[in-house]
């Protein structure tokens, strides 16, 4: 069993390595800008600063193996009631099909229970047909379609 916990600002430089496990195709690594460690961590800071935003990761003897954003997000329609979306989950893959990813869901779900959000959702690339799996075996629903613009 991995621990799940908040990021701490010493755990960015491999957060970072996670996420280029995160890209589908090549170009897209390229085209991403080149910024410097101190860059990310200024980020990470307003991360930190958001209430409700959370970076969480899986730690595992000692070392980061996978991560996932949740976002708890105030609301007004749902009588009133706060919803909840997750991003960039990834479990490094050697660490894969062992449950990781099923217990860093299972916390984010269970802190969007805790905080009273009517539903929680995600959106998938459609090319991720095992991550669809996960997500099925997890309550999720593809009852959606999402629309997404990239600038
Ligand atoms: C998706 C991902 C986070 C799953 O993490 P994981 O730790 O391997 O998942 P788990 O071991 O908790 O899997 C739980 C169950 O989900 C299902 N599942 C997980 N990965 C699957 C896959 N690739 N194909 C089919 N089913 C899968 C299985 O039912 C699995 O249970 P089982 O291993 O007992 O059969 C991981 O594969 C990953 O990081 N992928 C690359 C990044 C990615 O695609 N992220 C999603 C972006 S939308």
Not at 108 to 128: D, F, H, M, P, V
Request: aromatic fraction near 8%.
């Amino acid at each position: 069993m991995a621990i799940i916990r908040a990021a701490t600002e010493k755990d960015i430089p491999r957060v970072l390595d996670l996420y280029r496990e995160l890209v589908i195709t090549t170009s897209e690594i390229e085209q991403k800008r080149n910024l410097s460690l101190k860059e990310y961590l200024q980020v990470y800071e307003q991360i930190k600063a958001m209430p409700d935003h959370e970076l969480l990761v899986a730690e595992d003897e000692g070392e980061v193996i996978g991560s996932v954003v949740l976002l708890i997000v105030p609301n007004l329609s749902h009588g009133a009631s706060p919803w909840a979306v997750v991003e960039n989950i990834i479990v490094t893959q050697k660490h894969r099909r062992r449950g990781v990813g099923r217990q860093l869901m299972e916390y984010a779900i269970t802190r969007a229970r805790e905080a009273g959000c009517y539903e929680i959702q995600l959106s998938s690339n459609k090319r991720r047909r095992g991550a669809h799996r996960f997500y099925g075996g997890l309550g999720f629903q593809a009852e959606a379609h999402g629309f997404r613009r990239y600038f």
